[in-house]
């Protein structure tokens, strides 16, 4: 059954049925197999419609990657005004998980696989995550990690690959994860080992 439009919507309403449109349709059938025409009648609007908001099916596409990496980024700094430890961060993140279910794309592999086979998209999220690890660095800087910034980038990259890999274990197998206790199991580690060769002024493995 279609949906009656409502000429008292805005551009913007529009725009953002077409974004869950194609959002659910990317997710049910794959971007590349996902039609304009699907996404516009989804939300009871014409082919033309779609055009007056998008260029075509690689920008709606590129706006849901820019709507969540900047939402990631905008965190990110966030984070980093707060005198943070590398296990604040996990924790911060993984308070805003709400946000990103099992049912949407935030952590969909097919969609950031497809999306990193645009080359225009896959440049956005290089410099998106640039920028994360920068956020990060600055933050655990004032936070008493003095290494160099290229172990402070090798730990950027190892926290965020942690929080992406626990999540996803989590959305798969939420029953025997314990996110709490991974968080503070890593803060135990960092501040054992990472933390304490530091103070001695000693980097060596």
Same mark, same amino acid.
């Given at each position: 059954m279609s949906i009656k439009q409502s000429p008292k919507l805005s551009a913007e309403k529009r725009r953002e049925q077409l974004l869950s449109s194609a959002q659910k349709l990317f997710l049910k059938k794959g971007y590349r197999r996902t039609t304009v025409d699907e996404i516009a009648k989804k939300v009871g609007l014409t082919k033309g419609a779609f055009y007056f908001h998008f260029d075509n099916k690689e920008h709606i596409f590129f706006d849901l990657v820019k709507l969540?990496?900047?939402?990631?980024?905008?965190?990110?700094?966030?984070?980093?005004?707060?005198?943070?430890?590398?296990?604040?961060?996990?924790?911060? $993140?993984?308070?805003?998980?709400?946000?990103?279910? *099992?049912?949407?794309?935030?952590?969909? =592999?097919?969609?950031? %696989? @497809?999306?990193?086979?645009?080359?225009?998209?896959?440049?956005?999220?290089?410099?998106?995550?640039?920028?994360?690890?920068?956020?990060?660095?600055?933050?655990?800087?004032?936070?008493?990690?003095?290494?160099?910034?290229?172990? $402070?980038?090798?730990?950027?990259?190892?926290?965020? *690959?942690?929080?992406?890999?626990?999540? =996803?274990?989590?959305? %798969? @197998?939420?029953?025997?994860?314990?996110?709490?206790?991974?968080?503070e199991l890593f803060d135990t580690l960092l501040k054992n080992n990472y933390l304490f060769k530091n103070k001695r002024g000693n980097n060596e493995k």
């Amino acid at each position: 059954m279609s949906i009656k439009q409502s000429p008292k919507l805005s551009a913007e309403k529009r725009r953002e049925q077409l974004l869950s449109s194609a959002q659910k349709l990317f997710l049910k059938k794959g971007y590349r197999r996902t039609t304009v025409d699907e996404i516009a009648k989804k939300v009871g609007l014409t082919k033309g419609a779609f055009y007056f908001h998008f260029d075509n099916k690689e920008h709606i596409f590129f706006d849901l990657v820019k709507l969540v990496l900047g939402n990631y980024m905008a965190k990110t700094k966030e984070i980093s005004s707060q005198n943070p430890s590398p296990a604040d961060f996990l924790r911060v $993140l993984f308070e805003e998980k709400g946000e990103c279910r *099992s049912d949407n794309f935030c952590y969909n =592999i097919d969609f950031w %696989v @497809q999306a990193m086979s645009i080359p225009k998209i896959k440049r956005y999220m290089n410099n998106s995550f640039k920028k994360v690890v920068d956020n990060f660095i600055d933050g655990v800087s004032s936070s008493g990690y003095k290494n160099s910034k290229i172990n $402070l980038k090798d730990l950027a990259v190892f926290t965020f *690959s942690l929080f992406d890999g626990l999540w =996803i274990r989590h959305v %798969v @197998q939420p029953s025997i994860i314990d996110i709490p206790a991974q968080i503070e199991l890593f803060d135990t580690l960092l501040k054992n080992n990472y933390l304490f060769k530091n103070k001695r002024g000693n980097n060596e493995k």
